[in-house]
């Protein structure tokens, strides 16, 4: 076959094979696309081409293993190493003490009130509930709460973004925002999840968070799922903070976003933040703020407004105000005040608003009466702090034992051992845990140190004890497990309740007080 001849086959062949591929449905417009293509763009036309040559040759490619020094194992030994592996426990096994103090733990049977009766039968004073208001026994509240049963059902049975939002979940997030004197305010199922959820909706990898070291586990939680770089400083302490923006604004060179994240009361310390002086230095260093109000919400402030109110401060300062509506509040759910823009990016992009189910009604009815009673009613909140430096009374000055670490404003009062008693009796953390439940133990089974013929007294002279309970905190190094975690110092914690007369929390102080000094005496 000469030359002339092959030319003739190939154009054969090169007829044929366009006549073939002219009979299939689309080729027209494929053929019409590649020249006017090829025409306008040729250079376009030449991507195209080795896009498709990569990919058939992509897909023709033998397969390779991306490990090439991966060790074959036989099915026998495949089978011997997961006879030999023993996986973690999901939980670490409970200490001698922890199955101690879940074998004494007291079990309320019925409703909690300022006084509750346990499975044992014993009526106690109830000092260990976050009842601060008495709403629990708030019979208005009750009805309304039947009312809302009736109407709207258990629940909504679906996220706020599809289907589960209801008119009380947006008049609640009204009632709060104009409560605070916000601009808007979202609503979440759960308080623990508010929190946790805000943080890494704006905190992302590569941003920077400055933190105080005895934040909240949920506030830690939220920081460790942003995966953001933390900066921590040491606790309340405002000259460190500046330290440490001064540090983090010098180093970090480019544009970045940045976040201080502190409580406004402190649940395992019971102290305040400086909130004007926090302002100053956000301002100074570029900062956003994410504050906790958690423990101050319905607490601080004349009308229950919070650490805003209570130190004068405009709550448009603050970026963004987190909250539990489970606290004073006696309901359930949290919040997360802010501007427009704040909150209508989460309604998209926080994972506990956009895929957990709604509220249930009756909770969002219950926020909204008790805001209001707060509103209305402002003497339930100057009662509540007589009652607290009542029992401060009692307890901080008269005792040669310990020391309440909270401030005067905090209902949840924490008791300290003294430092000089830790040292002269040699007290280690675990030491210290053990004898502050030993005196929780002891409160709750004690007799009534006094009886004094009064009816006001009556009920309490039946009671057969005091129901408290001590600081418990959750594992706070989250972040780096290597990391010392912060360790909040061991506390009796007390929580007043406006249920009870001025004389009955003075009785109800004399009787813990006995018991710490019956206990400490017994340590040697």
């Known amino acids: 076959m000469d030359l002339h001849e ?4 190939l154009m054969t062949l090169l007829d044929t094979a366009a006549e073939q591929f002219q009979k299939l449905p689309g080729s027209a417009i494929l053929l019409r696309y590649i020249q006017s293509s090829y025409q ?104 309304r709460a039947i009312q809302t049963l009736r109407t709207y059902g258990v629940g909504p049975c679906g996220p706020p973004g599809f289907y589960g939002t209801q008119d009380v979940h947006m008049n609640v997030e ?37 933190a105080d070291k005895a934040c909240n586990y949920s506030l830690k939680k ?83 407004r919070g650490i805003t109110e209570h130190q004068h401060v405009d709550a448009s300062e603050v970026d963004m105000i987190v909250g539990s509506l489970a606290g004073s509040l006696c309901a359930a759910g949290g919040f997360c005040a802010g501007s427009e823009e704040i909150i209508d990016h989460q309604r998209l992009s926080s994972s506990a608003h956009t895929f957990s189910a709604a509220l249930p009604a009756i909770s969002a009815v219950t926020a909204s009466e008790t805001l209001t009673i707060l509103q209305t009613t402002p003497e339930l909140i100057s009662g509540l702090r007589d009652l607290v430096k009542a029992m401060w009374a009692q307890l901080d000055p008269r005792s040669d034992w310990m020391y309440c670490a909270s401030v005067v404003e905090n209902p949840v009062m924490l008791m300290v051992i003294k430092p000089e008693v830790v040292s002269q009796k040699k007290l280690s953390v675990d030491d210290q845990q053990v004898l502050l439940q030993d005196i929780v133990d002891e409160v709750c089974l004690l007799e009534p140190l006094l009886s004094l013929p009064s009816p006001t007294l009556a009920p309490f002279t039946l009671a057969n004890g005091v129901l408290i309970t001590r600081l418990k905190s959750l594992p706070t190094n989250l972040n780096n497990p290597k990391e010392p975690a912060y ?6 914690k007390i929580c007043l309740t406006t249920g009870l007369s001025k004389k009955d929390v003075e009785k109800a102080g004399i009787t813990i007080r006995h018991a710490v000094t019956k206990m400490m005496q017994r340590r040697r």
């Open 487 to 492: 360790q909040p110092q061991p506390a009796l």
């Open 40 to 143: 306008n763009d040729p250079i376009r036309s030449a991507v195209e081409l080795f896009l498709v040559l990569f990919a058939i040759r992509y897909l023709l490619a033998p397969k390779y293993s991306t490990k090439p020094n991966v060790v074959k194992l036989s099915e026998e030994e495949i089978d011997d190493l997961v006879d030999d592996w023993t996986p973690e426990p999901l939980v670490t096994e409970t200490t001698a003490f922890e199955e101690a103090d879940a074998e004494k733990r007291p079990v309320i049977v019925g409703p909690t009130g300022p006084r509750s009766k346990l499975s044992n039968g014993r009526t106690v004073v109830n000092l260990a509930s976050y009842n601060f208001y008495n709403f629990n026994s708030n019979e208005n509240l009750k009805e």
């Open 6 to 9: 092959a030319q003739k086959q």
């Open 222 to 304: 939220g920081i460790q799922i942003s995966r953001s770089t933390v900066r921590w400083y040491e606790h309340n302490d405002m000259e460190d903070l500046q330290r440490v923006l001064a540090k983090v604004t010098k180093e970090q060179s480019k544009l970045t976003r940045r976040f201080i994240i502190t409580e406004a009361l402190f649940e395992t310390a019971g102290d305040l933040v400086d909130l004007p002086k926090l302002i100053e230095l956000k301002r100074r260093y570029k900062f956003r703020l994410i504050l906790d109000e958690s423990s101050s919400f319905g607490v601080l402030g004349r009308t229950g």
């Open 174 to 210: 009204q009632d709060i925002a104009t409560f605070l004197g916000t601009a808007s305010c979202i609503l979440y199922a759960q308080a623990f999840a508010a929190a946790a959820s805000v943080i890494p909706s704006f905190s992302k990898r590569g941003d920077v968070i400055v």
